[in-house]
């Protein structure tokens, strides 16, 4: 068994070996996504309701209006 790095519970090999380093407890979950979450950002696209869309990404840096289409 695999030891959380946040709370100390043990969890399966399987999730580690997927690569992660914590638990499933909520707390931990939080923790973990957080750091991987900094470099996305929640943005509503048109017609498509919201997304996360990577923070380097050519969506973001296009400062230029709508085209009204």
Do not use: H
């Not at 923790?31 to 309701?49: D, E, F, H, T, W």
């Not at 869309?53 to 050519?58: I, K, M, Q, R």
């Amino acid at each position: 068994m695999a030891v959380c790095i946040y709370c100390g519970a043990e969890y399966s090999i399987e999730r580690q070996q997927c690569g992660y380093d914590w638990c499933m407890d909520k707390a931990c979950v939080s923790k973990g996504i957080s750091g991987a979450m900094a470099n996305y950002r929640l943005v509503l696209m048109p017609k498509q309701g919201f997304t996360y869309v990577a923070v380097d990404s050519p969506d973001l840096k296009n400062n230029t209006k709508s085209s009204g289409r």
